[in-house]
């Protein structure tokens, strides 16, 4: 038992030190901050695959620049993306179902708008469940303070009334990624500093 224990402490530690540049709230705070513009405010719903789809790639490609030459790499077991994707469905369908039971007690359920103005609590509930399983992952306390923040500013921009139905959605975005983007930025600097790049690896950078 005491063995499994520190194989678990070593798995979270290892996990909090994978997650110590930054870089994962700076990429994601710059997606975020890219849907929240007016130009791509007409193609929303095809921002969110486009967003999980470029995700990943660019985070994985910074890290092999700028945090594995400085700390070494650790292949992490990372969730399966079906579980993902299947995990990501069933909070869809439960935060759907509670809307619905709400707009048919209290609203029209067949009101398209309505449905589009409770966007950002979708939104909300879903980066609050992913920031608390990071955190479950982790002995990293941010990702529990990431995600209050998630749910609130889901809520309140959903309970607050705007001209245009994806204006919440859209300051939604915006909330997440003025909060993430500069927060992931400091880290990424901190990390920098805390972590300076060797000759031998800056002359690897040059060849």
Not at 46 to 51: D, E, N, Q, S, V
Not at 153 to 176: D, P, Q, R
Not at 177 to 206: C, M, Q, S
Request: proline share 3%; net charge positive.
């Amino acid at each position: 038992m005491k063995q499994q224990v520190n194989i678990k402490e070593i798995e979270h530690k290892t996990f909090s030190q994978s997650q110590q540049d930054g870089l994962m709230e700076l990429v994601l705070g710059i997606c975020l901050l890219a849907m929240s513009t007016r130009l791509l405010s007409r193609v929303l719903i095809g921002m969110f695959p486009i967003a999980i789809i470029l995700f990943s790639p660019i985070l994985s490609a910074l890290r092999n620049r700028f945090t594995y030459p400085r700390t070494g790499y650790v292949k992490l077991i990372d969730d399966k993306p079906k579980d993902v994707i299947a995990g990501i469905a069933l909070v869809t369908l439960i935060v759907i179902a509670v809307l619905a039971v709400a707009f048919f007690l209290f609203a029209n359920v067949r009101d398209f708008g309505l449905w589009m103005k409770w966007v950002p609590l979708w939104a909300g509930v879903i980066l609050a469940i992913m920031f608390v399983s990071l955190s479950a992952k982790s002995t990293v306390v941010r990702y529990y303070i990431f995600a209050v923040y998630s749910l609130i500013a889901g809520l309140v921009l959903s309970i607050l009334k705007f001209t245009e139905v994806e204006t919440g959605t859209l300051l939604y975005f915006l909330a997440m990624g003025v909060f993430l983007a500069p927060f992931g930025l400091v880290l990424f600097i901190r990390f920098l500093r805390k972590h300076p790049e060797t000759a031998k690896e800056a002359k690897n950078d040059t060849a």
